[in-house]
């Protein structure tokens, strides 16, 4: 079995790139964001092939991820209390009924969520044991 801790030196990508990749997460179409990083259509579509290319936008798309979710995070009180006041003041039947549904299944995914979660270490845990 490969160790782990030893990694094959990856090839080092240009500032240009970089750039590109950034457009591409940027901008709706590959011709947009080729036009914003300097270069060619083609160029942008060779690029897309290099494994390390996509890895630099799936990491750029994961960092913008986990800026939203940390945003999401900060307010998350204030959204259960707007749901809340909407459930608990409502005049509107539809509305409390649609909010009581909405806080409903949000705490239902949210514990299939911990559930896969928790299903997942103890399996990943029992994998690496052996």
Not at 61 to 71: G, K, L, P, R
């Amino acid at each position: 079995m490969a160790n782990p801790d030893i990694s094959t030196p990856k090839p080092k990508l240009t500032p240009r790139q970089h750039t590109a990749a950034a457009a591409l997460i940027a901008t709706a179409t590959v011709a947009e964001a080729a036009a914003s990083a300097g270069v060619s259509e083609r160029t942008l579509y060779r690029w897309l092939k290099l494994p390390e290319f996509r890895a630099l936008i799936a990491q750029q798309e994961s960092q913008i991820i986990d800026s939203a979710v940390h945003q999401l995070v900060n307010i998350q009180g204030e959204a259960i209390e707007t749901m809340r006041d909407m459930f608990r003041h409502s005049d509107n039947e539809w509305i409390k009924m649609h909010a009581a549904r909405f806080m409903l299944n949000s705490l239902l995914k949210l514990r299939v969520q911990q559930t896969f979660e928790s299903r997942l270490e103890e399996l990943e845990h029992l994998a690496f044991e052996e």
